[in-house]
């Protein structure tokens, strides 16, 4: 993964910053709020929820298992249906790999369909510096980008700002990128929706190249699927000459079979859909219908690091839908930038860390973002047990320090965590644990990144409970 | 490149230790303790209101009263160019309506297409739980491009073998090495406050026209 961008301040210090701006916290409490109600209306329509989730978490739990099997039989499967497969270790190479395909093909414009994988490589980045520009196509990434901003959400990446200054910002910048909001332009959702329509039109019919991600990737078939509400998608799917997606390793389903799991999965969980507006699958090339050159780039870039952990390996099954940052009371209240990276929300807490390591003060702190009240394992499609894994890799920071008394606390609480009815009896445990530790311990790295919120240097499992507690009090964080 | 192909895989094998390899996943079915479908009868009625639900416009007809209503549909919009697949079944098409109509012959370009009004297809299959057409580029679909660039589509779903329960259903009778569509009402963004607008890139009007078997 990329390096944490320069200046990034640790959670605690940006999640004071974040409740702190009322605006946010009011557009993203509305918004997290509406949609978690939806889900949960959904979900409900289906009396069969839990088979599909346990099944969600089979099926992927059975692909990584056998990930190198499934990954040459996609890799085969592509490759004979016309494709051509590229495999990239790192972020540098896969920015390297898709650079060179954009290069071999004469253009210096690229559209763009949100990704989270190219997001987390920096790409975009990456080919500004070697005269690419990449347009971001999807509404929210559209407000983002223009605003010279960072997305705060996985589903709707500009959950943070209100209608008001989407205008702001349509109206300031559009023309700069193409072609100029409309005279008179109201914010009204629809205006600005008709605005970005024909802001991006001009560029989907001119792009010649199109670089997106995908949702699933099917081994037997060399199938790929990617799920959207706009038609950008289908946009970049479709017109443009080539099309480069880049796949992170563990999108790969093992048969065209297993889709009806996830498709049923997904789309509640998203966007409390019962089915989201598009879905587009594809198979190499098609004669007459779509790109004439199709190249997918596996991606690595310390997934594997993640496979080979096997409390960690679970993250490994998500799918990117965002339910649990919309149910986390520490995401609503800190905002999706505290998170120091393109994954917010409790799956950032535990992605985050294990894709780039702990060796950062804003890394090492996210394994403390969370209350562990366990509502984002409730929601979770695939049963991530996302409290589990953060309590994992508490200990693993704990370790990479040294702190005996706190590697026993926290054994304690892992044993707390296997059954979810102990969260509770956890969260007074760790309440009753903290009055055997010493008040001020020397804490290098992660230490220092919540005394900047805190006068006291806590002891980091307790911190981010504290820091929740007193978050209202006066001269705290309101 | 084929070195990192080499390094990425062995990564995997070393991160897999644990894992029997003599254990080969064809042997170990995963538990599927799901429904095939959630309902079983009135399916095109629970496909009208799903469909209905995403605000796509649903009308019923009997075959031969198709020409008719796609004429009031195109008439409805002022619509003055109306582009079809090349496998369209011509006793759909509009009579002497006042609209020009295209047969695409797979050279129409995007651009071309921008200025086309309305588009009117078939579709491979409907999934009546989720309010889902599914288009496989089949003869009476066409090509991906020409259900989205145009700003209003017209689909036709035969209810008497074209409408499927559940998603598992559908999956089974679609062959993946189609490019497929799966439309679920018009275009939505919920971009901005989570209010759900019709239509940012594909067509912003979806009329779905239900046949009964004649
Ligand atoms: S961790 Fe689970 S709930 Fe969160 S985004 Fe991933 S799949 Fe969705």
Same mark, same amino acid.
């Given at each position: 993964?990329?390096?944490?961008?320069?200046?990034?301040?640790?959670?605690?210090?940006?999640?004071?910053?974040?409740?702190?701006?009322?605006?946010?916290?009011?557009?993203?409490?509305?918004?997290?709020?509406?949609?978690?109600?939806?889900?949960?209306?959904?979900?409900?329509?289906?009396?069969?929820?839990?088979?599909?989730?346990?099944?969600? +978490?089979?099926?992927?739990?059975?692909?990584?298992?056998? /990930?190198?099997?499934?990954?040459?039989?996609?890799?085969? +499967?592509?490759?004979?249906?016309?494709?051509?497969?590229?495999?990239?270790?790192?972020?540098?190479?896969?920015?390297?790999?898709?650079?060179?395909?954009?290069?071999?093909?004469?253009?210096?414009?690229?559209?763009?369909?949100?990704?989270?994988?190219?997001?987390?490589?920096?790409?975009?980045?990456?080919?500004?510096?070697? =005269?690419?520009?990449?347009?971001?196509?999807?509404?929210?990434? *559209?407000?983002?980008?223009?605003?010279?901003?960072?997305?705060?959400?996985? *589903?709707?990446?500009?959950?943070?700002?209100?209608?008001?200054?989407?205008?702001?910002?349509?109206?300031?910048?559009?023309?700069?990128?193409?072609? @100029?909001?409309?005279? =008179?332009?109201?914010?009204?959702?629809?205006?600005?929706?008709?605005?970005?329509?024909?802001? *991006?039109?001009?560029?989907?019919?001119?792009?010649?190249?199109?670089?997106?991600?995908?949702?699933?990737?099917?081994?037997?078939?060399?199938?790929?699927?990617?799920?959207?509400?706009?038609?950008?998608?289908?946009?970049?799917?479709?017109?443009?000459?080539?099309?480069?997606?880049?796949?992170?390793?563990?999108?790969?389903?093992?048969?065209?079979?297993? /889709?009806?799991?996830?498709?049923?999965?997904?789309?509640?969980?998203?966007?409390?859909?019962?089915?989201?507006?598009?879905?587009?699958?594809?198979?190499?090339?098609?004669?007459?219908?779509?790109?004439?050159?199709?190249?997918?780039?596996?991606?690595?870039?310390?997934?594997?690091?993640? *496979?080979?952990?096997?409390?960690?390996?679970?993250?490994?099954?998500?799918?990117?839908?965002?339910?649990?940052?919309?149910?986390?009371?520490?995401?609503?209240?800190?905002?999706?930038?505290?998170?120091?990276?393109?994954?917010?929300?409790?799956?950032?807490?535990?992605?985050?860390?294990?894709?780039?390591?702990?060796?950062?003060?804003?890394?090492?702190?996210?394994?403390?973002?969370?209350?562990?009240?366990?509502?984002?394992?409730?929601?979770?499609?695939?049963?991530?047990?996302?409290?589990?894994?953060?309590?994992?890799?508490?200990?693993?920071?704990?370790?990479?320090?040294?702190?005996?008394?706190?590697? +026993?606390?926290?054994?304690?609480?892992?044993?707390?965590?296997?059954? @979810?009815?102990?969260?509770?009896?956890?969260?007074?445990?760790?309440?009753?644990?903290?009055?055997?530790?010493?008040?001020?311990?020397?804490?290098?790295?992660?230490?220092? +990144?919540?005394?900047?919120?805190?006068?006291?240097?806590?002891?980091?499992?307790?911190?981010?409970?504290?820091?929740?507690?007193?978050?209202?009090?006066?001269?705290?964080?309101? | 490149?084929?070195?990192?192909?080499?390094?990425?895989?062995?990564?995997?094998?070393?991160?897999?230790?644990?894992?029997?390899?003599?254990?080969?996943?064809?042997?170990?079915?995963?538990?599927? %303790?799901?429904?095939?479908?959630?309902?079983?009868?009135?399916?095109?009625?629970?496909?009208?209101?799903?469909?209905?639900?995403?605000?796509?416009?649903?009308?019923?007809?009997?075959?031969?009263?198709? #020409?008719?209503?796609?004429?009031?549909?195109?008439?409805?919009?002022?619509?003055?160019?109306?582009?079809? #697949? &090349?496998?369209?079944? $011509?006793?759909?098409?509009?009579?002497?309506?006042?609209?020009?109509?295209?047969?695409?012959?797979?050279?129409? $370009?995007?651009?071309?297409?921008?200025?086309? %009004?309305?588009?009117?297809?078939?579709?491979?299959?409907?999934?009546?739980?989720?309010?889902?057409?599914?288009?496989?580029?089949?003869?009476?679909?066409?090509?991906?491009?020409? $259900?989205?660039?145009?700003?209003?589509?017209?689909?036709?779903?035969?209810?008497?073998?074209?409408?499927?329960?559940?998603? &598992?259903?559908?999956?089974?009778?679609?062959?993946?090495?189609? #490019?497929?569509?799966?439309?679920?009402?018009?275009?939505? $963004?919920? %971009?901005?406050?989570?209010?759900?607008?019709?239509?940012?890139?594909?067509?912003?009007?979806?009329?779905?026209?239900?046949?009964?078997?004649?």
């Amino acid at each position: 993964m990329n390096a944490v961008p320069l200046g990034m301040p640790a959670f605690p210090a940006a999640a004071r910053d974040a409740t702190r701006n009322t605006t946010l916290r009011r557009n993203l409490r509305h918004a997290t709020h509406t949609i978690r109600d939806r889900r949960a209306a959904a979900v409900a329509e289906l009396d069969d929820w839990a088979g599909l989730r346990a099944a969600g +978490a089979a099926v992927k739990d059975q692909t990584l298992r056998h /990930l190198d099997h499934y990954l040459e039989q996609a890799e085969a +499967a592509v490759t004979a249906a016309g494709g051509q497969v590229h495999w990239a270790a790192d972020a540098d190479e896969a920015n390297r790999i898709v650079a060179d395909l954009v290069r071999a093909t004469g253009e210096t414009e690229v559209v763009k369909i949100k990704s989270m994988a190219t997001q987390e490589i920096g790409l975009n980045e990456a080919l500004a510096e070697v =005269g690419i520009t990449a347009y971001e196509t999807d509404l929210a990434e *559209l407000i983002v980008q223009l605003g010279e901003d960072r997305p705060s959400h996985i *589903l709707v990446p500009a959950i943070h700002r209100n209608r008001t200054e989407i205008r702001d910002i349509f109206r300031k910048t559009m023309g700069e990128w193409g072609i @100029p909001a409309p005279e =008179g332009m109201s914010d009204e959702p629809r205006e600005l929706a008709e605005a970005a329509r024909l802001h *991006l039109r001009e560029k989907f019919l001119r792009a010649k190249v199109a670089v997106s991600g995908a949702n699933f990737l099917v081994a037997e078939t060399g199938t790929l699927v990617v799920v959207e509400s706009e038609g950008n998608g289908r946009m970049c799917l479709t017109l443009p000459e080539t099309l480069i997606s880049v796949v992170g390793i563990e999108k790969v389903v093992p048969t065209w079979r297993d /889709l009806e799991v996830f498709l049923q999965l997904l789309p509640r969980s998203s966007t409390a859909e019962r089915m989201n507006p598009y879905t587009s699958t594809w198979t190499g090339v098609t004669d007459g219908d779509g790109p004439r050159e199709f190249h997918l780039v596996l991606l690595d870039n310390g997934r594997t690091k993640i *496979l080979a952990d096997e409390v960690g390996r679970q993250t490994l099954r998500c799918i990117r839908c965002s339910a649990c940052l919309n149910v986390c009371p520490v995401y609503e209240r800190a905002g999706g930038h505290a998170y120091g990276s393109v994954y917010p929300g409790p799956i950032g807490a535990i992605l985050t860390p294990q894709l780039r390591g702990t060796t950062s003060e804003i890394d090492a702190s996210l394994p403390y973002a969370s209350s562990l009240c366990g509502a984002c394992y409730e929601v979770c499609p695939v049963a991530i047990d996302i409290p589990e894994v953060l309590v994992h890799l508490r200990e693993k920071v704990t370790e990479q320090r040294g702190h005996v008394v706190e590697r +026993a606390a926290l054994r304690a609480a892992g044993w707390v965590m296997r059954d @979810p009815k102990r969260y509770t009896a956890l969260q007074r445990a760790a309440v009753r644990t903290r009055a055997v530790h010493p008040r001020k311990v020397p804490l290098p790295g992660w230490g220092k +990144a919540w005394s900047a919120t805190r006068d006291l240097p806590a002891l980091p499992a307790e911190s981010f409970r504290t820091w929740w507690q007193h978050r209202d009090t006066p001269g705290g964080t309101t | 490149m084929t070195d990192s192909r080499d390094l990425i895989l062995g990564r995997i094998r070393s991160a897999l230790v644990g894992v029997d390899r003599a254990e080969h996943p064809a042997n170990e079915p995963v538990a599927r %303790d799901y429904h095939d479908s959630h309902t079983d009868t009135g399916l095109a009625n629970l496909l009208a209101r799903n469909l209905t639900d995403y605000r796509a416009h649903v009308h019923r007809a009997a075959e031969a009263e198709l #020409p008719g209503l796609i004429g009031r549909l195109l008439a409805a919009r002022g619509a003055r160019t109306l582009a079809v #697949p &090349p496998g369209l079944p $011509t006793d759909w098409l509009p009579g002497d309506s006042g609209t020009r109509i295209l047969h695409d012959d797979g050279t129409l $370009t995007a651009t071309e297409l921008d200025r086309v %009004d309305s588009v009117l297809t078939g579709c491979a299959v409907a999934i009546a739980e989720t309010g889902t057409l599914v288009l496989d580029a089949g003869p009476d679909q066409g090509r991906r491009m020409l $259900t989205l660039v145009p700003d209003h589509h017209i689909c036709v779903v035969r209810t008497g073998d074209q409408i499927v329960a559940s998603v &598992p259903q559908a999956l089974r009778r679609l062959d993946p090495e189609r #490019p497929q569509t799966w439309i679920s009402g018009p275009s939505a $963004t919920s %971009d901005i406050e989570l209010n759900r607008v019709e239509g940012v890139h594909g067509p912003r009007t979806l009329d779905v026209v239900l046949i009964a078997e004649g």
